[in-house]
């Protein structure tokens, strides 16, 4: 299995910036009292229930890799955070995966009602271009090109586009290559959208924004992996999400088709394949490096 070549305190890292990343959300989205508060209670709820906020981090960790700052960065993180959330709530719905647990709390539809969960869904990611258009612009990347980056990302070229098809092959036998083609719109596209817009805040080179993509793809596909690997070797109650799920609802993953054993070897050399990436930004990217080490070990 890779391991991250410096030693990095992890823990104490995801906790400081998991802190930031939750005061700047809290920040940014209207108040819970806000009328009607029936929606930004919806909103807050999912929001804040708990998720690993790895994304975010990662936006924060690709600026620290281009010598940013943590300040310029924040919005952007804010921004991939509420697009996540919002592609949860949706995907829990009864018309995708019509699920009734997420992020160790009843879902959002459970809560509050499908129509309420659908525009807390719309909410979050109409507030995403809102924060992102509030960063500072830096010299290589207008705020057009930091909204693109999410539209692109968002759009049915890729996160659409890789729900679509994971509705599509439902009950289906897919090949290995269908499969990838689900995972790197569904997942690898928002974790790579996530680094590069760190790399921008930073007025990242186009060398340096190249070797993050080539980051955030590898390490976005691991994630997907791993993710179908613990549907099928945890619990409800370890992941905070119903446990089991894909087998239930026929769905293609990497166990399905290669294996328990042969799925972590991928995952190992999809890892492999990040921590190269990061070559050019040496000790820099000690935090980049320790968290794709955490994303292949993790247990939820
Ligand atoms: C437009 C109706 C409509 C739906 C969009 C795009 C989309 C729905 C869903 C995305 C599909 C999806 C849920 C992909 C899986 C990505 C994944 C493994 C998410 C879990 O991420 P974690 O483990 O979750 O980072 P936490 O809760 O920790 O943030």
New binding site residues.
């Given amino acids: 299995m890779p391991t991250a070549p410096r030693p990095f305190d992890l823990p104490a890292y995801l906790k400081r910036q998991g802190t930031a990343v939750n005061r700047a959300l809290g920040g940014y989205l209207p108040p819970a009292r806000a009328r009607p508060t029936t929606i930004h209670q919806a909103m807050r709820y999912s929001l804040f229930?708990?998720?690993?906020?790895?994304?975010p981090i990662l936006t924060l960790a690709a600026a620290e890799a281009c010598g940013g700052r943590l300040a310029n960065a924040m919005p952007l993180a804010c921004a991939t955070?509420c697009i996540?959330?919002?592609?949860?709530i949706?995907?829990d719905?009864p018309?995708?995966?019509n699920d009734d647990f997420?992020?160790g709390r009843p879902t959002s539809h459970t809560v509050y009602s499908e129509g309420i969960a659908i525009l807390a869904?719309d909410a979050l990611l109409t507030q995403a271009f809102e924060i992102a258009a509030q960063a500072s612009p830096p010299k290589r990347y207008p705020t057009a090109a930091l909204i693109r980056e999410l539209t692109e990302t968002?759009g049915s070229l890729n996160?659409?586009a890789?729900?679509v098809a994971?509705l599509e092959g439902e009950g289906k036998d897919l090949s290995v290559a269908q499969l990838r083609y689900i995972h790197e719109r569904?997942?690898s596209a928002?974790l790579s959208c996530s680094v590069r817009l760190g790399g921008m805040s930073a007025n990242c080179t186009t060398h340096q924004l190249q070797a993050l993509t080539d980051f955030g793809y590898h390490v976005g596909l691991a994630?997907?992996v791993i993710?179908d690997i613990l549907d099928v070797t945890q619990t409800t109650e370890q992941l905070?999400?119903t446990a089991g799920k894909d087998e239930a609802t026929a769905k293609a993953t990497y166990p399905a088709i290669l294996g328990l054993e042969k799925s972590r070897k991928v995952a190992g050399q999809l890892t492999d394949k990040a921590f190269k990436a990061l070559k050019p930004f040496k000790a820099k990217a000690a935090a980049l490096e320790s968290m794709a080490e955490y994303l292949l070990k993790r247990v939820?």
Wanted: net charge positive; no cysteine; glycine share 14%.
């Fill in positions: 229930a708990g998720g690993k906020r790895i994304r955070e996540h959330t919002y592609s949860l949706h995907d719905l018309a995708m995966d997420r992020r869904g968002a996160l659409i890789g729900q994971d569904k997942t928002l994630f997907q993710d905070g999400k939820n």
